[in-house]
């Protein structure tokens, strides 16, 4: 039992990883989606807002088999992994793009109107004034995210990335026993976002206070 | 471009017999979950210690455990301690189990919502407890639930889609058999997805209306 609960944590390093990586594509590509949500110009908004629904509308599944398969199996071949990165990335942004509105959306008005009072330009306006507090008031809501991406990389086990659900799997079918191998692998997974939660906690309560009211 | 079309026209019915598997998946485990999801709120809310923190043990792991391995424990796991279940079985059972541990904290939150006056007036008339709790807290509490009930409930539907990964013949599986015979991974997997929408879209924005609505009433 215990050199199987080894082979188990070998796919540890790949779940963090996968994790990371797609949180990362997703808080970046996030931030001109939110910005195109929020333009003056209906076709941009309106792209902005079927890109949001359509990855928070179709499941994770689907978006992982039709880039592995689909496009995998045309002019360009993508690894599991990259393929992964790329779809739990793009479904990330989607989601960050509505958290940024939502932090957004719970700045004071007053902050908009002092930075315009002073003179101070749009570019400057975001980059100095907004977006610092934006991404304090979205930190909390993004870290709760980054635990619910870090359970739906288990999907990528689906197209063969060796991660922990993957490992799990094979060590299931390789012993015929399936019980107790499960009931690890839920606790690994309750284990590595246990940080997280904390760190989202903590976060909620000293960085809230740094927000101007 | 044609071509996709007299695809998609040829596949369609597989597919929709798999959307039906999704749906009838879906409807039954959404509402044994938000039983569940009640029950193990007022655990959370319970006087008794042991009990409450039997409740957080079985709603934190249910929480943290990925959907997919909850599915495939349901599936593979249970028949090593004597417990076999169809994949149908399985598939509610696992997306029951996760719709309680993620409603119960929707509910509680719903429940605690409910202004405290109204308890303690419902204790100045004499209401047993029972009674506090059925006519009082219960029906505005669930009420203020509503609409994060149903936005759960899109993302339950949603997660009938890893049945895939337990052989349940759903929409996803349907798609992958049309993929892996015909090698037109790309237009099958894509009139999957526009399905999924079909369902999904109009939903998610029929929600958030509702909240918009409902919100017009809450006091803030």
Redesign the interface.
């Known amino acids: 039992m215990a050199g199987n609960f080894w082979s188990i944590l070998a796919g540890v390093p790949l779940t963090i990883a996968l994790t990371f990586l797609a949180f990362a594509v997703g808080a970046i590509f996030g931030f001109p989606i939110w910005m195109m949500r929020m333009a003056k110009t209906r076709p941009v908004r309106l792209t902005a807002t079927g890109f949001i629904?359509?990855f928070?509308?179709?499941?994770p599944?689907?978006?992982l088999?039709?880039i592995f398969?689909?496009?995998g199996?045309?002019d360009i071949s993508l690894s599991p992994f990259i393929s992964a990165v790329i779809g739990m990335g793009l479904i990330t942004a989607a989601n960050m793009a509505e958290i940024y509105r939502g932090a957004y959306a719970g700045l004071d008005i007053g902050q908009t109107e002092a930075a315009t009072a002073l003179g101070i330009r749009t570019y400057h306006r975001f980059r100095d004034v907004i977006v610092p507090q934006m991404l304090r008031t979205a930190l909390p809501s993004a870290v709760t995210f980054a635990i619910g991406l870090l359970?739906?990389t288990?999907?990528a086990?689906?197209i063969g990335v060796q991660e922990v659900?993957f490992q799990?799997?094979a060590l299931?079918q390789r012993t015929?026993?399936?019980?107790d191998?499960?009931?690890i692998?839920?606790l690994i997974?309750?284990a590595i976002?246990l940080p997280f939660a904390v760190i989202a906690r903590w976060a909620d309560l000293t960085l809230r206070l740094r927000v101007a009211r | 471009m044609i071509d996709t079309l007299s695809f998609w026209r040829e596949w369609l019915p597989l597919l929709l017999e798999g959307l039906k598997v999704s749906v009838e998946v879906a409807f039954a485990s959404i509402p044994i979950g938000i039983f569940l999801g009640l029950v193990f709120a007022l655990g959370i809310q319970s006087k008794s210690k042991p009990l409450q923190a039997l409740t957080v043990f079985v709603v934190e792991l249910g929480r943290g455990t990925p959907v997919l391995i909850l599915l495939q424990f349901a599936y593979f796991g249970l028949p090593s301690a004597g417990l076999a279940l169809s994949s149908y079985a399985a598939a509610v059972a696992a997306l029951a189990a996760s719709t309680g541990a993620y409603t119960s904290e929707i509910i509680r939150a719903g429940l605690e919502a409910v202004p405290y006056g109204q308890k303690e007036a419902a204790i100045a008339i004499g209401l047993s407890r029972r009674d506090q709790l059925r006519d009082i807290i219960l029906p505005q509490g669930l009420r203020i639930a509503v609409p994060p009930l149903l936005g759960f409930s899109i993302l339950v539907f949603q997660g009938t889609s890893l049945g895939f990964a337990i052989a349940l013949p759903e929409l996803i599986s349907r798609a992958y058999f049309v993929g892996s015979n015909t090698f037109h991974y790309m237009p099958i997997f894509v009139l999957a997805g526009l399905l999924f929408a079909a369902i999904c879209v109009p939903a998610t924005l029929l929600v958030s209306r509702l909240e918009k609505r409902l919100s017009r009433y809450t006091a803030s």
């Open positions: 629904l359509a928070r509308s179709i499941p599944i689907v978006w088999f039709l398969f689909g496009v199996s045309g359970k739906d288990s999907i086990s689906l659900a799990v799997n299931a015929f026993t399936g019980f191998i499960y009931v692998a839920a997974y309750v976002s």
